[in-house]
């Protein structure tokens, strides 16, 4: 199978030799014997930033993550999406604790693992949120404080540890629209090299405005220490300024950054302006250790954790979003099946009222505004909710206080439908029914007429 061609996400990247040629200057093994001791707990939100999501990681020794922040990936790719994640890697992902654990110190370790028969597990989780993003006109900064895997070019050729994010659209659609949808490279790092590689990938896959498979990238940067030892990763979205810009900061040091204007409008709008989530995982082998002496070998040590001290994400400025507040739109009705528009019922704003389905009036129950930074669906201020979360089908839908939890993502996909990835289920119209007053629920996406919703129009 050749990588190029696969659509799923995550770095398929068939790095080029001009690239392996530039990082051969931090090409030297780097171990360090003892990982020194992680920081107690997630420092203090810098100032003029609101703290958004943030896990430090906290439990007892041999425990899982918080599964109210993270899911766990399995197997070799998404659902309906690439195998082998769509790069090449090996592993199977798994949600065991010897591969994803909190090791009772305030970190977490990601270890992957060869059993006898030469097959090796790992582990890959993303955050519940998907609306992780930048108010319009404002900033996003997401960091993290990671001690890459402790091996070497002599015994860590195949490790491929990274820290990164993908557009909310990617969620529940097997990620079929990368790269237009988005990825955000934080840390990468592949075969024990001392270094740190971050990219932004967008547009069309091969070639494209962005250079993919390859992205547009800051080319291997020299990272000393970082092998077994805690660093700081951090990207800052920067929608306050023009051109907008993402910038990449290595213990505070910002060493790339890249513009807007170096793509269209259209390929930079697509790939930032939405909410994202966040990826930890090491994978083995695939596409870009493949570029740089490929592995794993048997020379390849098995064992070596990814230790995660903190993650953190934070807003400042703009209009709104990241899960906040929303930004001053005009609402418009959105349409159901049979033509007709989706209502609070009585026009009632009051926390729990039913939503459902009515003839198209223009009163201020049917206008609804889709804030794309944090993929709500919005009425009299208020968000379309999963009431406490319930992730069974027939749930039924209702209106809340915005609270950016799962129950209140709704993610409007290319076919009309609104997916929640907190239940993986989709908004539905009972039976398809045209009958005024019947109550939303959520439903297995099926891509039925039932589910198809227009955006606010």
Request: proline share 6%; charged share 10%.
């Amino acid at each position: 199978m050749e990588i190029q061609q696969e659509r799923t996400p995550r770095r398929l990247r068939g790095r080029t030799a001009l690239l392996a040629a530039a990082g051969a200057a931090v090409v030297a093994a780097a171990s360090i014997a003892v990982l020194p001791d992680a920081g107690a707990s997630v420092p203090p939100t810098p100032s003029g930033w609101t703290q958004i999501f943030a896990d430090d990681f906290n439990g007892a020794a041999n425990t899982g993550v918080n599964t109210g922040n993270w899911l766990y990936d399995l197997g070799h790719g998404y659902p309906g999406g690439a195998g082998n994640w769509g790069t090449g890697e090996i592993e199977n992902m798994t949600n065991s604790t010897q591969n994803v654990y909190l090791d009772g110190a305030g970190n977490l370790a990601i270890r992957p693992l060869r059993d006898g028969a030469g097959n090796w597990t790992s582990g890959r989780i993303e955050t519940q949120r998907t609306n992780i993003a930048a108010p319009a006109g404002g900033k996003l900064r997401v960091e993290a404080r990671i001690a890459q895997p402790n091996v070497n070019t002599a015994n860590g050729a195949g490790y491929w540890p990274a820290f990164w994010m993908l557009g909310a659209a990617a969620r529940g659609t097997g990620a079929t629209g990368w790269p237009g949808i988005g990825e955000i490279d934080i840390l990468e790092n592949i075969n024990g090299r001392p270094s740190v590689f971050g990219a932004l990938h967008c547009g069309t896959n091969p070639g494209g405005p962005c250079n993919e498979t390859t992205g547009i990238g800051s080319g291997e940067r020299a990272c000393g220490g970082c092998n077994g030892g805690y660093h700081t990763y951090a990207v800052e979205q920067d929608r306050s300024t023009s051109p907008e810009q993402i910038r990449w900061y290595l213990d505070g040091n910002n060493f790339f950054t890249i513009n807007a204007n170096q793509v269209d409008a259209t390929t930079w709008n697509n790939a930032t302006h939405h909410g994202f989530f966040i990826i930890l995982n090491v994978a083995i082998g695939g596409g870009f250790p493949a570029a740089f002496g490929g592995g794993p070998y048997a020379s390849t040590v098995s064992g070596a954790p990814m230790m995660v001290d903190y993650v953190a994400a934070y807003t400042a400025g703009g209009g709104g979003g990241g899960g906040t507040t929303p930004p001053p739109t005009s609402g418009k009705a959105v349409k159901g099946p049979g033509g007709l528009c989706l209502d609070v019922r009585s026009s009632n704003s009051a926390n729990g009222t039913p939503v459902q389905l009515w003839g198209c009036n223009g009163t201020g129950a049917q206008q609804w505004t889709y804030v794309e930074a944090g993929s709500t669906l919005r009425a009299f201020g208020k968000c379309l909710d999963i009431p406490g979360g319930s992730t069974a089908n027939g749930a039924k839908l209702q209106i809340w206080d915005c609270n950016s939890t799962g129950a209140q993502v709704f993610i409007h996909r290319a076919d009309n439908t609104y997916y929640n990835p907190a239940s993986n289920k989709c908004l539905d119209d009972p039976n398809g029914s045209t009958t005024q007053g019947i109550q939303m629920q959520i439903w297995d996406c099926n891509g039925s007429g039932a589910q198809k919703f227009s955006l606010p129009q």
